[in-house]
């Protein structure tokens, strides 16, 4: 993929965390970010207001309102479909939002219909964060929101990761993981006697439609099977229940894992593309199918808090009688007041 012709968009909070570390790991990605609260820009290392973020104007958060966050993007609209159409030349236009929040949960669909308007030629790449279980009711709804407007408009997205907040305790972790992943995804070209990886293969892996998983396979393990298994298992991406894709993409360190092992951990449908480096081991699937188990785990737990919530029977006010019969006279007295 050619880098600068690629547009990382982050939208609310988590979302622009991880943009700021891809941005810092290569200057040559665009990146712009889009929010409701200066708050959530503040910390971010290369987010400069004039330059590469928009605010909408008179604003303060959303306070986790995806409904007040439709109306704020709707308002913008505007505005946002000129600043993006000055970056035409976008081929892939990579979308990071939180599912559980509400500037980034509440935009994404307004925002990709903006973004196709837009710029018509440009593939719609989206990377969604899902809640932990641990979060609260509202975090929940807001995922199960979100995660229907995104399926109301699939027809105009391409590749859709997701990033599972289970899989790590804290979210510097899951957030260095993370780009960590795309940055080796996105650079997985390759030239080598072997088989080569062009700026092309590249492109259509990682823009397959479907959902995409990368896997960084560690060095020294028994062998390509227990690798590609660890690294499932450590990945801090939502799997899907079985790995058929449309393509696979192989860049291994050279003298690692048979190439011909790894794939014969997959069922590809289109084409498998294979390349060598010196330094790294990944794997890279596009076109796989939706993880829903994930979601359907937020649903359950949506319910099961709702459940909870429901046979609570909150009490507020709690009288003491006294044991010596003695009226407690103020305690039950009611006064009655009436005004002119
Ligand atoms: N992985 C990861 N997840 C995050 C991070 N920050 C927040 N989250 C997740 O995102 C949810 C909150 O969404 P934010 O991105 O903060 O919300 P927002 O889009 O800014 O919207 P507001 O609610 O208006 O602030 C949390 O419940 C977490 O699930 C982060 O840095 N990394
Ligand atoms: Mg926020």
Known sequence: MEKSKMLLVGLGQGAG????????????????F???????????????????????????????????????IKDNANAIGTLLKKYSQTEVMVIFTSF??????????????????????????????LPSLSEDQLAFKNTLECW??????????????????NKRNAYSEINKEVVESLDL????????????????????????????IVLKLYEGLKDARTAIDFSIKNSVFAQPDIYDCDYLGVNLKVDSYDSNEIAKCFEVYKSTYTTYNNSFNVVVLGGCETPTESIKLI?????????????????RSVIIDFDDDSDDLEANETLEFSFE
């Open 148 to 165: 229907n407007d995104i399926n109301s408009i699939m027809d105009l997205t391409n590749d859709i990761k997701f990033v599972d907040n």
């Open 299 to 315: 649903k359950l737990a949506l319910d099961d808090r709702s459940k909870r919530e429901h046979s609570r029977g909150k009490i």
């Open 34 to 72: 889009f929010n409701s609260s200066s708050l959530d820009i503040k910390p971010l290392k290369n987010a400069n207001i004039g330059k590469n973020v928009y605010l909408y104007p008179g604003t303060d958060g959303s306070g986790r309102d995806r409904k007040r966050s439709k109306e704020m």
């Open 17 to 32: 965390n991880i943009v700021d570390g891809l941005l810092s790991k290569n200057s040559s990605y665009n990146g712009l």
């Open 100 to 129: 559980a929040g509400g500037t980034g949960s509440g935009a994404i669909k307004t925002f990709i219909q903006i973004a196709t308007s837009a710029i018509p030629t440009t593939k719609i790449n989206i990377v969604g964060i």
């Open 185 to 212: 995804a996105y650079n997985l070209m390759g030239v080598h006697g072997d088989g080569n990886i062009d700026k092309k293969d590249s492109f259509r892996i990682n823009t397959a439609d479907g959902v995409g």
